[in-house]
């Protein structure tokens, strides 16, 4: 009697090992990258959506366009 | 590529909040709810009155997601800290945890029922697909994903707010430290992304400096 319930209290217990993650999904698991592009009208030209490279450099022209010392000097 | 920065250059923001209204405008934020907004500093101490715009700076050890109980937010490759509003339950421990203020809580119905957390998406959108109208209705729009940087910087009259790659802004910001000599405080960015290794390190002197 003793031998089944301390088997029963040790399934109880084990019990909680073996529950699913609950969350719906992990966050950002399914957010695509930058680089791959928009889906709309927006996208400017000068850039390939889908090439990384080509994004970095897009990126970074643009950041140097926040030089206003390029345009004066 | 190194990862995406903001900084804000006291010594040139005019106050004009510019980089609000860009950002309330691009991503239709709805009212009661600022992701940026520009803040006096030393109000009322003469001389040494500065405004700075502030808003989610992307932190490298965000506090936001090391409290949230829900585990909503994630990092992009980028550096850009997001969050999934699928997730967010609006418990607002995110808020307490942030030393910029960035959580913003929308009051949404009848009893103004505090609604799921809104701040500064760094312009990339959320985890929708990129550049959909389902992105666009939850957080905005993606503008890193359209080849563009952050409104708010593009949008900044005197350039004082910068965003984009860490390295080029800091450039950016460097230069305009050595030619004009002064003012090489940036507000928030040790906080942000933490203190330079060689705290001992100085910059050079102004006289030394080619002009």
Known sequence: MKRIMLAGLSLMILSACGETDQRLTKAG????????????PHVIKGWTPGD????????????LTQNEYNKSN | MARMKFICDAERCIECNGC??????????PWGVNRRRVITINDGVQGQEKSISVACMHCSDAPCMAVCPVDCFYRTDEGVVLHDKDICIGCGYCSYACPFGAPQFPSNGTFGLRGKMDKCTFCAGGPEENGSKAEFDKYGRNRLSEGKLPACAEMCSTKALLGGDGDMVADIFRTRVLKRGKGSEVWGWGTAYGVATNPDAKAPAVMEIKR
């Open chain 1, 29 to 40: 698991s399914n957010d695509k990258q930058a680089y791959t592009g928009a889906n709309n």
């Open chain 2, 20 to 29: 609000v209204t860009a950002c309330k405008n691009e991503h239709e934020v």
């Open chain 1, 52 to 63: 990384k490279a080509s994004w970095e450099s897009q990126m970074r022209t643009r950041s």
